[in-house]
């Protein structure tokens, strides 16, 4: 759904921010309208469908073995992230205030429970809207975000976490995380789809850093901008299809298990350290 009123506050804010755009808001809105219409299936302007134009730049990269991450480097890369948020990353937040956990009987953010949570990681955390969120959410939380350093997505990050709260890290290794020690949330929305070898980095983060709860949302069968079609995995390549099964059994293995919800579709996926 493509809301013009948030739109145009959002712009204002990112203009303000990153300020040697070629482009002005309004050509900027054009973006986003269409990128949104895109979204659902609409007719759109391909003109100024800039979410199609990068999601098929992403995939002539990977099949001529270019770069294929210089795509978020792209200065209009912002647009589909918000266009995102909007559709996805928004609801999935306002969810975890929502009584929807089955044997618990509870929110997914009374479950998580600030002092048992203690640190939350937003990985691949795009504009940090959803880092800002979880900050408000959790505010005697350390909430960090992860995003790629030295690009316009991260500078705007920034700008939201000195305002909600929250750190920034260019980190994505789990080497690179602070160990949780069963303690701790890791947030992922709409994240291991960017990883190339998604279920060994999944692994990493389950027995390295080992936080009590995972919440992600992934989209392995969908077809955007950073999705691969195949990921790597103990050596060799599985389709995406199978993708969400194996991170699965890596997950079970570790030592957690899904919890029951009652979440549309089963989105967001809950997982609990199994003490």
């Not at 306002?94 to 990985?123: H, T, Y």
Request: net charge negative; glycine share 4%.
């Amino acid at each position: 759904m493509f809301k013009p009123k948030e739109a145009k506050a959002f712009l204002s804010r990112y203009f303000s921010v990153v300020t040697d755009l070629e482009f002005d808001e309004d050509d900027a809105l054009k973006m986003i309208k269409n990128s949104a219409l895109f979204y659902r299936d609409r007719f759109y302007d391909a003109n100024w469908a800039v979410s199609r134009q990068l999601q098929q730049d992403w995939y002539d990269r990977l099949q001529e073995n270019r770069d294929p991450y210089a795509v978020y480097r792209d200065p209009r890369y912002f647009i589909d992230t918000w266009v995102c948020f909007q559709l996805y990353s928004y609801k999935l937040v306002q969810l975890l205030k929502k009584p929807l956990m089955v044997e618990e009987r509870c929110s997914a953010a009374e479950l998580f429970d600030v002092d048992e949570v203690g640190v939350i990681a937003d990985l691949g955390c795009g504009l940090g809207l959803t880092t800002a969120y979880l900050a408000d959410m959790f505010p005697r939380a350390e909430v960090f975000g992860t995003n790629i350093p030295d690009t316009d997505s991260f500078k705007f990050c920034e700008s939201l976490a000195d305002e909600h709260g929250f750190a920034m890290a260019g980190a994505t290794a789990a080497r690179d995380l602070p160990e949780m020690h069963q303690h701790g949330l890791i947030f992922m929305s709409e994240y291991l789809e960017h990883i190339a070898d998604a279920p060994d980095h999944i692994s990493e983060l389950a027995n390295e850093v080992v936080p009590r709860f995972f919440c992600m949302v992934n989209s392995f069968n969908t077809r955007s901008i950073g999705h691969f079609e195949q990921y790597e995995h103990d050596g060799s390549l599985i389709p995406a299809k199978s993708a969400s099964r194996v991170i699965g059994k890596i997950l079970r293995n570790a030592g957690y298990k899904k919890l029951k919800t009652k979440y549309w579709n089963g989105r967001p996926t809950v997982w609990q350290l199994d003490a």
